[in-house]
């Protein structure tokens, strides 16, 4: 009964570390970038907008260990939702060492409906990494 509580209660916190909401200047665009910061599992790399349905992670590291562990889009600081899925299970045998994943944008999804990137552990309710999107250098 306390594991299923915690599981809840993980589940329920917000992702990141921003207020949930998504000002004017918080919405990406094609050319913004989240460097993805490890909490588990050694999760990292850098996404890219590179067009209005895509996203490529570079550079991805990542253990492949955890339960059911995919991408998701979120707005900085709101609770978990699954409304924007990336991914299919991304856990396997073998680490994951500078690779490059493409990932595409489900049709619904709109730019001003997320500025952060998530790696999940859907079991768990746990962050496994993020990244808040940020506009190119200038």
Known sequence: MRIAALLFTMACAPVGQ???VLDPDEIPDVGWFADLQEYHHDVGGRATI?????????????????INSRFFLLIDGEKFRDDYELTDNLVRSDPYEGE????????HARFDDFNLLTLWCVPAGANFGDGVFQPPAE
């Open 18 to 20: 921003g207020d949930g």
């Open 100 to 107: 490059t994943l493409t990932l595409d944008l489900p049709s």
């Open 50 to 66: 590179v067009d209005e349905s895509t996203i490529e992670i570079t550079d991805f590291t990542y253990d492949g260990k955890g």
